[in-house]
């Protein structure tokens, strides 16, 4: 079983890096992870925003294929606690052999398409984040999701 991060764009914060290296290589104790980065549209600041989503839209879903457990990080989505995600987490982790892709759109979020192809939608908080910040609290709330999972001392009720 493996577990993806697909974002779109690189992350352009030093810092924002560093944290979420760190996280990665903790997460990678647990589950094999891999973060893949789909390229910015080079000419974005020329095109109307829902052709850009369609841009990125069509490059997430040529990035999955048709087994992959595709899961939107968006605000659109259901909200949990960190124990009910690291439950949810669990459940699907364990129940099934495919391989969960957890997508970080751009900017502006994502086309239909990519939310017809999507198994589940999650939020991380009724908050919006840059779409750049989503990914170190993602990374962090899956390390997390495995420490209690594992019963292990990181999360506090």
């Known amino acids: 079983m493996k577990i ?30 891999e973060i893949e980065i789909i ?9 109307d925003i829902e052709s850009l989503k369609e841009i990125e839209g069509d490059k997430i879903l040529a990035s999955v294929n048709e087994k992959d457990v595709v899961i939107l990080l968006d605000e659109k989505g259901k909200e949990f606690s960190s124990v009910e995600f690291a439950t949810w987490i669990d459940r699907n982790y364990y129940i099934t ?24 939608i999650i939020r ?13 609290f993602f990374v962090e709330q899956l390390y997390r999701a495995f420490t209690i999972i594992k019963k292990e001392p990181y999360h506090h009720e």
């Open 4 to 33: 993806l991060l697909l974002v779109v764009g690189k992350t352009s914060e030093k810092w924002l890096q560093e944290g979420i290296n760190n996280y990665k290589t903790r997460v990678n104790n647990y589950v094999q992870f």
């Open 97 to 120: 052999s495919k391989k969960l892709v957890f997508v970080v759109g751009g900017a502006y979020g994502f086309s239909n398409s990519v939310y017809d192809r999507a198994n589940h």
């Open 39 to 47: 390229p910015d549209y080079k000419n974005r600041g020329k095109i």
């Open 124 to 136: 991380l908080s009724s908050m919006t984040f840059s779409h750049q910040m989503v990914r170190l």
